[in-house]
């Protein structure tokens, strides 16, 4: 380490970095970047948008003194340097990997890490919470919220700048700006101008001129009126800052954010104002690495050498199947068009953008608006389909129900990265959907068991005329035709893959494979003949077929990667409750808990998902409950 890095090896944390000289700044940067690029393409994560803070972070830490002036940060794979700065460098080898530190902001992880943060646009609320709480106790500090650009196109940003703007605090808002967003506009002039006023003598003479004006014996609403033209005019003209200066925050930039001389001296100017203020820092993402910065979406994240898959794939990934069906749906169905939240390439929608622009819609990282706008156009006869992570359906529980469900909107919702999803960790394992939504009148929910059941799932869910949400898990579809054709399913029908008098197991969607290999190797190695149910549709459930399984009076096991509470085993429970009846019903699932980050194997592997932990759990279970042969 220390030859590798000689000075970063001498920085445990923000107080030796203030040691160093500021011309030595550069050089720490370039330690830094270089150890993120070396850990990400070994264990895999975040890339390009690490990348392009690492100047940033270190100028932030420079000047302010965490944790007593409390860093908050919007979306976590930002803060990659900022971890390694806080005390863990010697363990940033373990990022994103089972027992190591996280790929986000965990409170427990560090004081340094003042909110948790894995989804987008969360900063400026938080910010401001912790800014008046600050307050209330009358301690020391400042407050700084650092957001990237991306993080403005959702509507949580808005609400934060809006509530605090006017206020007469010390915050300070930094935009991370990567020229994905905001215009970026920087110059010679710009940079002179944002010194300036960012200067205390500037500011004084501003304070004392203003307040020189309301001595005058006449005119002073007219001539303050003219000043504040007049600014904002000169303003206007040169930096895009305007409207933070009509929220009510004294607006900065835009400032170069990999040059120190930049930004040390409008760091140490606003930390000193007593105002909400916003600086504007642009940034390359990708900064460092010539790959990413020329293709910054491509190196958004590395898969890392310990978890790269194997070039030859029985089937393509769920993604990539939902891609291509929903090409198959859009040429058969003129009123077919997707929306995604700033997600094209991860939901698989590139190359239905490229052939439908006029049918489809990113609306960046603003979940809630996207379901909304979807509820818009199915009023009038067009059929969205919503490509959604699970975990940021959350963000848009009451949309889904108060805009599409309440109305009967017919709404397709497809669930990608539905399950635990692996080293992201619980920010964005998607685990709770089968219970949030199977809790909504009129929603139908399934999951496939493979990529061709997604096309069958995808065509049936147009023919059915109403709101339908489909889960799939982020991993291979294990079978896939291309040149096949949809079938449609009747709503809520399952499929019995195995007869078995001995054992019943109910598995949903990614389980059913699982469910499939357990049968097998208690039939083969156990002499237990187990029965295997594809519960595709959790709302509604199969009642015929549950009819069945009652007279069975064999032992059941539902099995789901979702949280059990509320989930398809409840629904199962609950209805053989109403039967009453004495079948017994074991759940497999995830328990009242979050789930923390490892690879998805070592995830289902400890959250007894695996056909191995299945036959365990069985066989645990059965001598009470049934007779073996």
């Keep these: 380490m220390t030859e590798k890095y000689p000075l970063l090896s001498t920085i445990d944390g923000p107080d030796d970095l203030k040691q160093v000289p500021p011309e030595k700044l550069p050089q720490l940067a370039e330690e830094v970047e270089d150890l993120i690029k070396t850990v990400v393409q070994e264990t895999g994560g975040h890339y390009s948008s690490p990348l392009g803070v690492v100047d940033l972070t270190v100028a932030l830490h420079y000047v302010f003194d965490s944790p007593q002036d409390q860093l908050v940060w919007d979306v ?4 990659y340097a900022h971890k390694i700065l806080t005390g863990r460098r010697d363990v940033f080898h373990t990022l994103r990997t089972k027992d190591g530190i996280s790929g986000f902001l965990r409170r427990e992880e560090s004081e340094h890490d003042v909110f948790g943060a894995g989804h987008a646009s969360t900063a400026i609320s938080a910010a401001l919470g912790i800014a008046e709480a600050r307050n209330l106790r009358q301690r020391e500090g400042h407050v700084v919220a650092v957001i990237g650009d991306g993080a403005l196109t959702g509507g949580l940003a808005y609400e934060g700048l809006n509530n605090l703007g006017f206020k007469e605090m010390k915050l300070t808002v930094v935009l991370n700006d990567n020229h994905m967003s905001i215009s970026p506009t920087i110059g010679g002039l710009s940079t002179y101008l944002t010194r300036v006023v960012s200067n205390p003598l500037y500011n004084r003479i501003r304070d004392d001129i203003w307040k020189a004006t309301g ?45 120190y001389d930049s930004m040390i001296p409008v760091f140490r100017n606003v930390k000193a104002l007593p105002i909400p203020t916003l600086v504007h820092v642009l940034t390359t993402k990708g900064h460092g690495a010539k790959e990413a910065e020329d293709d910054s979406l491509q190196f958004y994240s590395l898969p890392g050498r310990k978890n790269r898959k ?33 997600m094209e390439v991860g939901t698989g929608l590139t190359e239905f953008a490229g052939k439908y622009p006029d ?45 599409i469900t309440l109305q009967d909107l017919p709404v397709i919702f497809c669930l990608d990265r539905a399950g635990v999803v692996g080293p992201d960790g619980p920010t964005h394992h998607g685990v709770f959907d089968l219970a949030f939504l199977r809790q909504i009148p009129g929603m139908v929910v ?9 096309r069958d799932l995808l065509f049936s869910a147009a023919d059915y005329g109403a709101p339908v949400a489909i889960r799939y898990p982020k991993d291979g579809s294990l079978q896939f035709d291309p040149d096949g054709g949809a079938k449609i399913i009747q709503r809520g029908k399952w499929e019995i893959i195995k007869e078995g008098p001995d054992v019943i197991f109910l598995a949903v969607g990614s389980m059913v494979a699982a469910a499939l290999q357990s049968a097998t190797e208690l039939s083969r190695n156990h002499d237990v003949e187990a029965m295997v149910v594809n519960c ?83 066989l645990e279970m059965t001598p009470s409950m049934v007779v073996l042969k």
């Excluded at 030859?312 to 859009?330: C, I, R, T, W």
């Excluded at 009023?379 to 889904?400: E, H, K, M, W």
């Excluded at 399934?446 to 997604?454: H, I, M, S």
């Design 359 to 403: 049918r489809y819609f990113d609306v960046g990282i603003a979940e809630e608006h996207a379901v909304t706008f979807a509820g818009g156009l199915a009023t009038q006869g067009v059929l969205p389909v919503v490509a959604i992570y699970s975990t940021f359906l959350q963000r848009a529980y009451d949309n889904i129900i108060h805009d």
């Design 76 to 79: 976590g794979h930002q803060a």
């Design 536 to 618: 595709r549709f959790v709302k509604p459930i199969d009642e015929a077929l549950l009819q069945r399984i009652a007279e069975e009076d064999a032992p059941v096991f539902t099995i789901e990667e979702g949280i059990l509470a509320g989930g398809f085993g409840s629904a199962i429970r609950e209805y053989f409750g109403q039967l009453d009846n004495h079948i017994q019903v074991v759940s497999l699932g995830i328990e009242d808990e979050y789930v923390g980050h490892a690879t998805r194997g070592e995830l289902l592997e400890l959250l007894g998902l695996t056909p191995a932990r299945i036959v365990e759990r069985v």
């Design 215 to 259: 001595l005058l014996p006449l005119g002073t609403k007219a001539v303050r009126n003219f000043l504040r033209r007049l600014e904002e005019g000169l303003k206007s003209l040169i930096t895009p800052g305007l409207i933070f200066e009509e929220l009510g925050l004294r607006y900065f930039g835009p400032i170069n954010g990999h040059d």
């Design 310 to 342: 194997p070039e030859v794939k029985s089937a393509p990934d769920y993604n990539q199947v939902f891609g291509k069906v929903a090409m198959e749906l859009a040429e058969q169905d003129d009123r077919v068009c997707c929306i995604t939240a700033a």
């Design 446 to 454: 399934c999951a496939p068991k493979d990529g061709d059941e997604l």
